[in-house]
């Protein structure tokens, strides 16, 4: 009764039973309960789950030991359930973190190939003595490249860092206008480039905040750059601050493709981003590593702070607070 959230005296016949199993276990219990009177003893192990009065579903583990009279007929059964929950999602977060290691392999493998081929080719274009301005537009173009590279380098020695814990916040008294200076400054190009609009929106009055200046300035540059990617070619993207009591409230907006709202929280997760051809499709541009707002979780909460995203769904935008 504990486990299947029932009061302490309520009678369990076998049609409240079976009306508390998940509907699409049921039809599999009934069968499973046939052939334990069908005259074949012996143990019997099942899964199955449970629809709690109470709307919550637990997993179930059952052991079972059918004793047949000589009519064949059921004389005894004799058994135990094991609440396997815990284990389930155990299981299913291993199988998650394996598909989103086996994803994020092959996105690294994409993402690093991408700027080889533009550098090989402007090697080919230097070495066959290519003019003045050739030459020029050439090394532009290989020194965008290496940026790519290196921010991708950087995305994983910054995971790793995470990973072993060998982040440490160099807090000061910092202003809030200062940081989001910083943060402007380092994505206006990638916002330009992609020809998005920002908008900033600030408190009138000077809010002072005790943080690291770069790890902060870094929160807000990997919120905009990840606005960036999600939003179409003339998108908005907008910036606001306002001050709550002690706490200062940051949130980016912008009109891109959204998210679902399964993806609201698992946005955060190492390795999980939006679909990368709806983004593709979208700013032009892939998605990256997928490691950017997991960083953005890690270091707001080593300031003390919190993070959420929100949006109506696909293709209506979405806004990280």
């Known amino acids: 009764r504990a486990l299947f959230g029932l009061s302490p005296n309520e009678p369990i016949t076998l049609e409240r039973f079976l009306s508390l199993l998940h509907p699409e276990d049921r039809e599999a ?40 009279d000589g009519a064949g007929r059921v004389k005894r059964v004799s058994g135990v359930n094991f609440d396997v929950t815990d284990a389930k999602e155990a299981e299913r ?6 598909r989103r290691k086996t994803l994020f392999l092959a996105t690294l493998a994409h993402e690093l190939r991408n700027p080889l081929a533009p550098i090989q080719t402007s090697i080919e274009i230097l070495r066959r003595g290519a003019t003045a301005a050739a030459s020029a537009a050439t090394l532009d173009v290989m020194d965008r490249q290496v940026r790519l590279l290196r921010r991708l380098v950087d995305d994983l020695l910054e995971l ?46 000077p809010v002072t905040l005790h943080g690291d200046p770069a790890r902060l300035a870094q929160i807000l540059a990997n919120l905009l750059n990840n606005a960036a990617k999600f939003t179409r070619p003339g998108g908005h993207i907008a910036l606001t601050a306002a001050l709550e009591e002690r706490e200062v409230a940051i949130r980016v907006r912008d009109d891109g493709m959204g998210l679902a709202a399964e993806m609201l929280e ?18 032009g541009h892939t998605g990256g590593l997928g490691v950017g707002l997991s960083l953005v979780r890690t270091l707001t909460e080593m300031h003390g702070g919190t993070v959420s995203a929100a949006s109506d769904g696909p293709g209506r935008g979405a806004v990280f607070t």
């Open 29 to 68: 219990i009934r069968q499973n309960l046939r052939l334990k009177a069908s005259g074949s003893g012996g143990q019997h192990a099942t899964e199955f789950r449970v629809l709690r009065p109470d709307g919550t579903v637990r997993w179930m583990a059952a052991r079972s030991d059918v004793q047949h």
């Open 93 to 98: 977060r291993l199988r998650d973190s394996d």
């Open 160 to 205: 790793s860092r995470v990973a072993e814990g060998k982040i440490e916040l160099r807090r000061t008294w910092v202003t809030l206008d200062a940081v989001v200076r910083t943060a402007v400054e380092t994505v206006d190009p990638i916002i330009r480039s992609l020809g998005r609009e920002l908008e900033v929106a600030l408190p009138p009055a």
């Open 266 to 283: 698992r946005i955060f997760e190492p390795f999980v981003q939006g679909d990368p051809a709806l983004m593709n499709h979208a700013s």
